[in-house]
T-cell receptor, first 115, second 112 residues
Framework: EAQVTQNPRYLITVTGKKLTVTCSQN?????MSWYRQDPGLGLRQIYY???????DKGDVPEGYKVSRKEKRNFPLILESPSPNQTSLYFC??????????????FGEGSRLTVL | SQQGEEDPQALSIQEGENATMNCSYK?????LQWYRQNSGRGLVHLIL?????REKHSGRLRVTLDTSKKSSSLLITASRAADTASYFC????????????FGQGTILTVHP
């Protein structure tokens, strides 16, 4: 089944404790991206990757890191989480081979709480 | 500020009625997409319309795009209770492929 898989789905952590949210897709997509969703603010793009070893900042990259060492994986790293990073996070992928971003396939989301 | 902004923020209708949601954006785009989100779940792609298209249909969905007004509308005809969800428009960055911006969404409630 074609899917985007995020882990963990739920996490409660404390300020400053490094964490990684993994994202994996099995559709051989070129493009992957991370979003956070907060009430009243919609979805905001954190980082995106057009291909392996190519990453770019979205609208809200501060406090986050990403890497794209393999085509299928795009982990989101919070080196020193703070309470303002409490949010619902979504990973998405797209074929990305048509010269435009195209249809995104989303994971089910990771709800992160930072105390 | 948000590239895409939906209007209204919330819409409540009866089953069988049509639902219209609007999206406005500020800069030039290559394409505009509409997505649906059931409460707390991942978004699901509904339809993509390119900047050189004016109208597109998919089942009960009709999307229009007016690039001169920088606006789009999503029409859901003969709505069903199962259409209850949040609907988002998303625009790309024009010259910057990959940078996709979502609006704040319209919450649609369809009463049986």
């Amino acid at each position: 089944e074609a899917q985007v898989t995020q882990n963990p789905r739920y996490l409660i952590t404390v300020t400053g404790k490094k964490l990684t949210v993994t994202c994996s897709q099995n559709m051989n997509h070129e493009y992957m991206s991370w979003y956070r969703q907060d009430p009243g603010l919609g979805l905001r793009q954190i980082y995106y990757s057009m291909n392996v070893e190519v990453t770019d900042k979205g609208d809200v990259p501060e406090g986050y890191k990403v890497s794209r060492k393999e085509k299928r994986n795009f982990p989101l790293i919070l080196e020193s989480p703070s309470p303002n990073q409490t949010s619902l996070y979504f990973c998405a992928s797209s074929p990305g081979d048509r010269g435009y971003t195209g249809e995104l396939f989303f994971g089910e989301g990771s709800r992160l709480t930072v105390l | 500020s948000q590239q895409g902004e939906e209007d209204p923020q919330a819409l409540s209708i009866q089953e069988g009625e049509n639902a219209t949601m609007n999206c406005s954006y500020k800069t030039s785009i290559n394409n505009l997409q509409w997505y649906r989100q059931n409460s707390g779940r991942g978004l699901v792609h509904l339809i993509l319309i390119r900047s050189n298209e004016r109208e597109k249909h998919s089942g009960r969905l009709r999307v229009t795009l007016d690039t001169s007004k920088k606006s789009s509308s999503l029409l859901i005809t003969a709505s069903r209770a199962a259409d209850t969800a949040s609907y988002f428009c998303a625009t790309d960055g024009g010259t910057s492929y990959g940078k996709l911006t979502f609006g704040q969404g319209t919450i649609l409630t369809v009463h049986p």
